[in-house]
């Protein structure tokens, strides 16, 4: 499993990397609350194990960043003090899924992860179809007639939040903020750069079952064909399936 670690302390970081990587995780450690955000916007991680007090924010900072993202978010797993019974609140309703009072003990670690995984696998669902496409959220693949498409991580992010919207318009600066993020530097054309890419190697220019559409002056719309079958969705809802 890949997972990133955020924990201040370098000589406890060290020491909480061994532990999942001698269970058989591989590990990516951060030390502050920027530096996992900036690399979550880049990469995907299967679980967070998160230190919830850090010189630069919160664990619950992370967590609130990832609920504006698309797509599935990875579990995660909060380190706190005995003491602090308002810091496992506060995880917990910031959207953690388990809490361990440090200092952790690898054993239980492993256990409360292994724990996590079948819970989560146990979930909603993890792959939408629409059109013949299908959206897998864990695997971040999307396929189409049998084929995977090779997506950069923007692009499956951005394809992930149309497929979740389909018929619905939705405007460049909407997509730049729930994708990129507010405060990202980057522009509106970058959020045309994407939709172009998209459109190619998706094969959503209008020949197949699903068109995604630019409606001028306004933003894009992912639209059902004529004759797109039952899960080209006329209707205008989402179908879901495990």
Known sequence: MNIALLEDDPDQRELEALWLSNGGHQVTSFGTVQDLIRDLSRHRYDLLVLDWMLPDGTGGDVL??????????????????LADEAQVVDG????ADDYLIKPARPAELLARISALVRRTRSRGPQVLSLGGYRVDLLQHRIAFDGRSAELTQKEFDLAVYLFQNPHVLLSREHLLNRVW?????VTTRTVDTHISRLRRKLALEGGGPLKLTPVYGRGYRLDAQAGAG????????AALAH
């Open 64 to 81: 609130d960043w990832l609920r504006h993202r698309p797509g599935v978010q990875p579990p995660a797993i909060v380190l706190t003090t």
């Open 92 to 95: 917990l309703n910031s959207g």
């Open 181 to 185: 993020g507010k405060t990202a530097d």
């Open 230 to 237: 039952e899960d080209g969705l006329p209707d205008g809802g």
